[in-house]
Antibody, heavy 118, light 114 residues
């Protein structure tokens, strides 16, 4: 049974860098059939896809966030990570990591709330 | 890269059928077979209900089905049950020569079982 677990700071100040890690267990992040994605949901709003990565390092980004986002993978630790620069209150959200196949998020982490506040 | 368009709300009585639409463009919904639908109960992780327009993951009741025509995809829930009350989101693969490949979500539809 695949399990994904997000980890990282829950509170940031404006202009800081958000750093989250997703640890994958019960399956290999080096799967040739899957991508690994970050998706978020601001309070009271809908889901927003942020980025995804293939185990080989190929990356895909939401165009409007691309300038601030970096997604990376560490196959030795079965983890992938998200960095979002220059955060503002608008980046306050529940952040989910997920496994994707053909652009469908088949498995999700439980989500972690990140709040940006001075 | 605008969000896909979904109605904010939908409703139906137990046993009835309801259809939720998801409208995009030829650069997303209309251009690819990779349209997905998710069920989201507040406080829980979203659950994949439909992928590749019409396919159901194992364990999803066959009361849930999907279709697509042109730039609009649809989720059909037949035989509504109280536990179907949730938020539903569509998503689609998207791409363009300047933006590359990415995924775009709809704004979400709150389904109420009356």
């Amino acid at each position: 049974q695949l399990h994904l677990q997000e980890s990282g700071p829950g509170l940031l100040k404006p202009s800081e860098t958000l750093s989250l890690t997703c640890t994958v267990s019960g399956g290999s992040i080096s799967s040739s059939s899957h991508h690994w994605a970050w998706i978020r949901q601001p309070p009271g709003k809908g889901l927003e896809w942020i980025a995804s990565i293939y185990y080989s390092g190929n990356t895909y980004y939401k165009p409007s966030l691309k300038s601030r986002v970096t997604i990376s993978v560490d196959t030795s630790k079965n983890q992938f990570s998200l960095k979002l620069n220059s955060v503002t209150a608008a980046d306050t959200a529940v952040y989910y990591c997920a496994r994707e196949k053909q652009s469908a998020a088949t498995d999700w982490g439980q989500g972690t709330l990140v709040t940006v506040s001075s | 890269q605008s969000a896909l368009t979904q109605p904010p709300s939908a409703s139906g009585s137990p046993g009835q059928s309801v259809t939720i639409s998801c409208t995009g463009t030829s650069s997303d919904v209309g251009g690819y077979k990779y349209v997905s639908w998710y069920q989201h109960h507040p406080g829980k992780a979203p659950k994949l209900m439909i992928y590749e327009v019409t396919e159901r993951p194992s364990g999803v009741p066959d009361r849930f089905s999907g279709s697509k025509s042109g730039n609009t995809a649809s989720l059909i829930v037949s035989g509504l049950q109280p536990e179907d009350e949730a938020d539903y989101y569509c998503s689609s693969h998207a791409g363009s020569s300047h933006a590359g490949n990415y995924v775009v979500f709809g704004g979400g539809t709150k389904l109420t079982v009356l």
